[in-house]
């Protein structure tokens, strides 16, 4: 196709590990990239200038090499693969010995899981006094991490950051996961990669970081990267160094390049400049179609996902569930892993109990996934983070629409769908009891609008407890029709009255929207 680049003739060598180190908010990531980065022998061969591009490689006494993208946390990660891209083989879980498994630690491993890369463990400030280590390992089993010492296959290596300790033990249990890996690039054809890191540089112009994934970039080469393009003027590696050429694995910045590209942008080396005009210009629509195709259909990545699934690009409708007891995740995993068939399958990244959070979005994201919420809502942040991010949460209540839903996906074809368009949020402030019309609801519209009729959810604690219709809408003494955002008025509910103080109502109209 158009996006092939010419394969020359060439063996399947080894090449480097590429390795994103995970876990909690200050158990040591950016201490341990800066240590790793101080063991390498051919930076103290070299004077020992190390640049900050995105990503570096280091050489081990004996040889090998290991490369580490260097923007520690779930940030980078998640960017690159919400663009497609995997460039990870494996993921260093950094866990504090003091401190345990901890929320983001175990976003990490969901990361993980859902790009289906290995996990190394390293267990992080053993020098501190008085850690246990039982303890971290009985955490990480709570989360299937089965390390070695309990007959499990996932590696685990004590270190310290501060002091330099095991760090040597660590890159070899990296190179020994990349030997069962089995790692292997061809580094005779023409360079392809992924761009890490991008910027405008005063002197140099635009400046890719750019991990090679296939073949080899040489200066000379002409290449396009997302949807820009040029001929490579110098290539510079991570020791602030000139290259000519930047093989398997090496993370090297590009200079030469028509405009700054985007991280997670594809990079490929073609034959000629028309070629690369050609495949940039190609790029070029197909990003214009896609945004008019999701602005057209409104419906974000669902539409997005359905096209994927029609033009034959996407093979799985991956989805997170979110519930509000433990037996409907159950019932609706039990639904999902029946569906699919032999050219999509349904796969469940993650299922729980509990409101749709911000790491939940964030997840869906990366994966291109559909969020399945069954009776429980969104936080504030996280609605506001799925509407930017584009991502598709779907509000259920009843467990077969959710099945009809997903097969209609993977079937590629939408059928006609209640969609619901929430208006606004208001929150209890107080009770009243109001004679002849029951409990009232003194609340403070917090979002949006309310309206008289419109169709009510109350939601305590994430979960949703009651789905009905307003009775009353007051201000004052006053009936009104509607009621907007920063102001206060009295609710009553039709045929319900267990309503509590601090309860957030869910205000929505409906809508019938035909078969995409
Ligand atoms: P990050 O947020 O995961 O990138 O964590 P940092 O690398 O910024 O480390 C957080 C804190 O833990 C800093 O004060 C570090 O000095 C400290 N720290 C990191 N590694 C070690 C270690 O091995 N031992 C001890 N005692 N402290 C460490």
């Known amino acids: 196709g158009l996006e092939g680049a010419v394969d020359e ?4 060598l080894p090449r480097p590990p590429v390795v994103t180190i995970m876990g909690h908010v200050d158990h040591g990531k950016t201490s341990l990239l800066d240590a790793l980065r101080k063991t390498d022998v051919a930076a103290r061969e070299a004077g020992g200038i190390t640049q900050h591009i995105g990503a570096y490689q280091v050489e081990v006494p004996g040889g090998g090499k290991v490369t580490f993208i260097d923007t520690p946390g779930h940030e980078a990660f998640t960017a690159m693969r919400a663009r497609g891209a995997s460039v990870t083989d494996m993921v260093v879980l950094v866990v504090a010995a003091d401190d345990g498994v901890m929320p983001q630690t175990i976003e990490a491993i969901k990361h993980a899981r859902a790009a289906e890369v290995p996990l190394i463990v390293a267990v992080n400030k053993i020098d501190k006094q008085g850690v246990n280590l039982d303890r971290v390992r009985n955490e990480l089993l709570q989360h ?9 296959d996932v590696q685990e290596i004590q270190v310290s950051a501060l002091k330099g300790t095991n760090l040597d033990k660590l890159l070899e249990a990296i190179l020994l996961q990349a030997e069962i890996l089995d790692l292997r690039a061809n580094p005779a054809r023409a360079g392809e990669g992924t761009v890490i890191e991008s910027k405008l540089d005063r002197g140099r112009g635009p400046v890719a970081t750019v991990l ?10 002409i290449v396009v990267a997302g949807s820009e393009w040029g001929r490579v003027r110098a290539l510079v590696d991570d020791k602030g160094r000139p290259a000519k050429v930047a ?3 090496a993370p090297v910045e590009v200079l030469g390049l ?6 997670g942008e594809t990079v490929l080396a073609v034959e000629s400049e028309a070629r690369a005009r050609e495949v940039s210009e190609f790029r070029q629509r197909k990003a214009r179609e896609k945004t008019a195709a999701a602005i057209s259909a409104g419906r974000g990545t669902l539409s997005d996902m359905l096209a994927r699934i029609q033009a034959g690009q996407q093979k799985e409708v991956a989805v997170v569930v979110k519930a509000d007891v433990q037996g409907s995740a ?12 032999e050219e999509v399958r349904v796969r469940v990244l993650h299922s729980a109990v509990g409101q749709i959070t911000e790491s939940d979005v964030q997840l869906a994201k990366a994966s291109n996934a559909v969020v399945v919420a069954f009776n429980v809502r969104a936080t504030a942040q996280a609605r506001e983070m799925a509407q930017r991010d584009g991502v598709d949460i779907r509000y259920y209540s009843i467990i077969y629409q959710v099945q009809d839903d997903i097969e209609a996906l993977y079937k590629s074809r939408l059928a006609p769908v209640q969609r619901e368009n929430f208006i ?5 402030l107080q009770v009243f009891e109001v004679k002849r019309l029951g409990k009232v609801a003194g609340c403070r519209v917090t979002e949006g609008v309310v309206k008289r009729g419109c169709g009510v959810r109350l939601i305590r604690e994430g979960v949703v407890i009651h789905e009905g219709e307003l009775s009353t809408l007051r201000r004052f003494k006053d009936d009104v029709k509607e009621v907007t955002n920063g102001y206060e008025c009295g609710m009553g509910f039709r045929n319900y009255d267990d309503i509590r103080i601090g309860d957030q109502i869910e205000c929505f109209e409906t809508e019938t929207v035909a078969a995409a």
């Open 212 to 221: 090679v994934q296939k073949g080899t970039l040489s200066t000379g080469d």
């Open 330 to 341: 159950e019932a609706i995993n039990a639904t999902l892993s029946k569906l699919g068939n």
């Open 258 to 263: 028509s405009g700054v590209p985007g991280a």
């Open 9 to 12: 003739e060439g063996e399947m």
């Open 424 to 428: 606004g949020y208001a929150s209890i």
């Open 247 to 249: 093989g398997p694995s």
């Open 144 to 152: 299937e991490i089965v390390v070695e010492s309990l007959g499990g």
